[in-house]
């Protein structure tokens, strides 16, 4: 469109709790090409200490997931990218 700017972003995971290295990609509540808003839960993850939600940072749809469910990812890891609206 025009007039309108996108900027790429990568979704990356976060530190879930303090001395985890890993954590496992429980499931995925979107697909690549979803229109997702700041605030939506993209994905569940589990640590050994805990379980969490990753929230959407931004409004936008998501371009590529990288991670699949059941994959073990690192702490900052890039699973998703998307482009910002």
């Not at 496992?24 to 979803?34: L, Q, R």
């Not at 690192?74 to 998307?82: F, L, N, P, T």
């Amino acid at each position: 469109m025009k007039g309108v700017k996108y900027s790429m972003k990568k979704i990356t995971i976060p530190e879930v709790a303090m001395g985890d290295a890993e954590v496992d990609i429980i499931k995925w509540h979107v697909k690549e090409g979803d229109k997702i808003k700041k605030g939506d839960v993209l994905v569940e993850i589990e640590s050994e200490k805990a379980s969490v939600g990753v929230e959407a940072e931004y409004d936008g749809v998501i371009t590529k997931i990288l991670a699949k469910d059941g994959e073990v990812t690192s702490i900052g890891q890039v699973i998703a990218e998307m482009e910002e609206s």
